[in-house]
């Protein structure tokens, strides 16, 4: 069977990093970006260049229409998708509950919520054996942020991911028996485009460390690696998992460090 990879918002980060691991593995790939046409462009010459059949689609992945055109155009292009990775998300910076931008909110939840399990629905669509499917996995992206509420200002951000969670593990259940297999990473702090900002800083950079056990924020590959594992066969008996790729989770009180709350405050995930 050939094996189909959709990644949203593939362009940047912990998606496009999974696509240069996953080309190494057979996958035809669809990468799909919102804005950044250049970096899609050039991940797909990349990717031809070394054999692969890759394809990039432009959706917004907080659209529901995008969303259906994006899984359209794959079936087209590539074939049926059998992979899926749910990377999209935004963050929607620090903020109490009480200054809480409706429109912001409103994003970050169509973004991380709703966009994920649109794109989740299309997917399943197609992989279910109940709808005439071969099966698939789905891995949906969410973040350790889920798991203590975030950090001083990221409960908005944390609760978008909690349902991440909590989606992922229903559905696992659900598509069982239709030959469909649902995870969820959780990733600590990793450098990325998303947290650029604040590993320019060492004052920051020193304070996020001291709150990851191992002492130091991820590197995207140390994502994509897990990711592209749970995809493969080898993750053939994992469903409905939630994997912590963090480093060993949060140094006690790393969700209420006094003394680092400027510098804690800045960082949602
Ligand atoms: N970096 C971390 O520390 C960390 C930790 C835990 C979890 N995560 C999660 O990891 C995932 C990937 O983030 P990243 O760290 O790799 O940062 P990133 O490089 O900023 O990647 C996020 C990608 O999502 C895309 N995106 C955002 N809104 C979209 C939309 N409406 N439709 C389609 N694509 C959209 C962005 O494209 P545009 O810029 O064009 O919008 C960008 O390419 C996110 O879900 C994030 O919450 C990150």
Not at 86 to 105: F, K, M
Not at 215 to 234: C, T
């Amino acid at each position: 069977m050939s094996k189909v990879l959709v990644i949203t918002g593939g362009a940047s980060g912990i998606g496009a990093a999974t696509a240069r691991l996953a080309a190494e593995k057979g996958y035809s790939i669809a990468i799909n970006y919102r804005t950044r046409e250049r970096e899609a462009t050039r991940l797909v010459e990349e990717l031809n260049d070394v054999g692969v059949s890759a394809i990039a689609v432009q959706a917004d992945i907080s659209m529901p229409e995008d969303i259906k055109r994006l899984y359209s155009v794959v079936d087209e292009k590539l074939g049926l998708v059998t992979a899926l990775v749910n990377s999209a998300g935004i963050g929607i910076g620090p903020t109490r509950v009480d200054e809480t931008d409706e429109a912001a909110l409103h994003q970050l939840f169509t973004t991380n919520v709703f966009g994920l399990i649109l794109s989740t629905r299309e997917a399943v669509r197609r992989m279910s054996t109940a709808h005439g499917g071969k099966g698939g996995v789905i891995v949906n992206v969410s973040s350790m942020a889920s798991t203590i509420g975030g950090r001083p200002g990221a409960s908005l951000y944390a609760a978008s991911k909690g349902a991440v969670d909590a989606f992922t593990v229903g559905l696992a259940k659900e598509v069982a028996s239709e030959g469909i297999r649902a995870v969820a990473v959780r990733p600590g702090f990793t450098i990325t485009e998303m947290t650029s900002t604040y590993v320019t800083d060492q004052h920051i950079l020193a304070g996020i460390s001291s709150t990851i056990p191992i002492g130091r924020p991820a590197f995207v590959d140390e994502i994509a690696m897990p990711v592209v594992w749970l995809l493969s066969e080898e993750a053939s008996f994992i469903s409905g998992a939630l994997l912590d790729i963090s480093g060993g989770g949060f140094t006690l009180g790393a969700s209420a460090l006094p003394s680092e709350k400027r510098v804690l405050s800045a960082v949602e995930n």
